[in-house]
């Protein structure tokens, strides 16, 4: 693999892995922006305007797009966080030069009126489509929560009447203000050539306006919280959000690693001490990072009656990895798990794209596969250590959906 970078004049951050012994390649754009870079006003118009994307740019219509995407044979998509505006594809290496056009291209749509209100209405019906799944919507209380008063807790969907609000003259404002180019990183992974990619990017992104959009990134201080809301559905959902390291932290790994001790989905303390046992039907204990903030946060799904005992179980496991650490046989466990999550997703472009993205969008650094590894087989019992010490694994935030009106 050959890691290359370079900037266009105008701001456009572009970075490669070349890997020649692949059959396939995928290619993203990275738009540094998401619900946290969102007014109150126009809450939601970074995910609207992801879907606006696919209703055409210059002469080509959605219709258009979504021929030339499958011509190719494009496995293609996008997505929007917290924090970023994904538009991507895997395809074979010798289609990049159209499939580049394309994506280029649908980062600056039309934002035709007649578009915007249409796919308004798939705006709120998608809306509602979430408000019906319990773990989604415990997800967006306990972030606005453990948040408040802090952008990452702004939904990334909006509301109802944020969506019916907002006007296309908004949304044209947020993406004049938000797409530029030194926003945005192309990153490229797997069988393709530096010089295609130069040779593309000078067509279709040098004319691209300059600036960047500046976000602040203070670390989230969040007080206790405690919130049941009552709903008329079987099980009680409950989400615990705990403080973590942010994405620029060196302990990143080291909240990672400690997150698969206590809470995956296989093998874990809370595997074995809640779900193996069927206490619970789900209970998990994961770590996400983000610009100057970090979390680690736990989701339980069970019997209301039963959510009580759960959290006393999960709330044990927390004291003894506080008060005695993980064995030596978890850590090597969990170095072992998380290399050959590393290693299985370095042989696929697509994983690859994800990651290299990421580490440039985040921290301006580039992380082959063995740089991984090595950091991960680094980690060792006192980096544990000083992780809890700076981040104790003490609960934040609780919220539970469900029959309970409390505990």
Not at 24 to 44: C, K, N
Not at 385 to 391: A, D, F, S, T
């Amino acid at each position: 693999m050959e890691f290359k970078q370079t900037q266009l004049d105008n701001g456009l951050q572009i970075v490669a892995e070349l890997n020649p012994f692949v059959h396939s390649m995928g290619i993203g754009f990275f738009v540094r922006t998401g619900s946290r870079d969102e007014t109150l006003e126009v809450s939601g118009v970074s995910h609207f305007l992801e879907h606006m994307a696919f209703k055409g740019f210059g002469g080509f219509s959605a219709d258009d797009l979504n021929r030339m995407f499958d011509d190719v044979g494009a496995m293609y998509n996008a997505s929007t966080s917290e924090e970023v505006t994904q538009y991507y594809a895997a395809i074979l290496p010798e289609y990049l030069p159209q499939t580049f056009e394309l994506l280029a291209g649908i980062l600056f749509p039309t934002l035709l009126e007649a578009d915007f209100n249409l796919e308004k209405k798939v705006i709120q019906e998608e809306i509602g489509m979430y408000a019906d799944m319990p773990g989604f919507t415990v997800y967006e209380k306990s972030m606005e929560a453990h948040f408040t008063g802090h952008p990452l807790g702004q939904s990334i969907l909006g509301t109802h009447d944020s969506i019916e609000a907002l006007t296309v003259e908004q949304m044209r404002s947020y993406h004049a203000s938000h797409y530029r180019a030194g926003n945005i990183t192309l990153a490229v992974a797997g069988n393709t050539s530096w010089e295609e990619i130069l040779t593309l990017a000078g067509q279709y992104c040098s004319h691209w306006n300059p600036g960047k959009h500046e976000r602040s990134t203070r670390e989230a201080k969040p007080r206790p919280y405690t919130h049941f809301l009552k709903q008329p559905i079987q099980q009680e959902h409950v989400m615990l959000v705990l403080p973590a390291p942010p994405a620029e932290s060196e302990l990143r790994y080291a909240a990672d690693m400690l997150a698969m001790i206590i809470g995956d989905d296989t093998g874990s303390r809370m595997y074995w001490d809640i779900v193996d046992p069927a206490y619970a039907d789900s209970a998990d204990f994961g770590y996400s990072d983000y610009d100057g903030s970090g979390v680690w946060m736990s989701y339980l799904a069970c019997a209301p009656e039963d959510v009580a005992d759960n959290l006393r179980r999960f709330e044990a496991i927390l004291d003894d990895v506080t008060a005695r650490g993980v064995t030596e046989n978890e850590l090597e466990q969990a170095r072992n798990k998380l290399s050959s999550r590393i290693v299985l997703g370095g042989e696929r472009p697509m994983e690859r794209l994800g990651a290299l993205g990421a580490n440039w969008v985040y921290r301006h650094e580039y992380q082959s596969v063995e740089d991984d590894l090595a950091l991960v087989q680094a980690i060792a019992q006192d980096d544990l250590r000083k992780l809890i010490e700076q981040y104790p694994l003490k609960i934040a935030t609780t919220y539970g959906l469900g029959p309970l009106e409390g505990l």
